[in-house]
């Protein structure tokens, strides 16, 4: 007869889980991903407000709208010169330095 754990291994995933490492990195990236998902929603409120697609908004930024998706995730670690990009390009501000 076969054991409760035994059924469960017959289940288990073949390649390892990576939950652990993801969580710790979210943790020690934690205070510029909070920033990036603020501005992510700024530039999603834009977007909705002008009727605007990511292609849009590439065409704008002078990117691709791969770039522009990952941005909107609110996972891409933006630079500098991309921050003043998007407030030239849709006109709304994204960064204080306050």
Request: hydrophobic share 35%.
């Amino acid at each position: 007869m076969e054991t409760a754990v035994e059924r469960l291994r017959k289940y288990e995933a073949s390649t390892p889980s990576h939950w652990r490492e993801e969580a710790e990195w979210r943790r020690a990236n934690r205070s510029w991903l909070i920033r990036s998902q603020s501005i992510a929603m700024k530039i999603l409120d834009k977007m909705q407000e002008q009727k605007w697609t990511q292609a849009k908004v590439a065409e704008k930024l002078g990117c691709s709208q791969q770039y522009v998706s990952r941005i909107v995730k609110g996972s891409e670690n933006l630079s500098l010169e991309m921050l003043s990009r998007v407030e030239d390009a849709l006109g709304v501000e994204v960064f204080s330095s306050t």
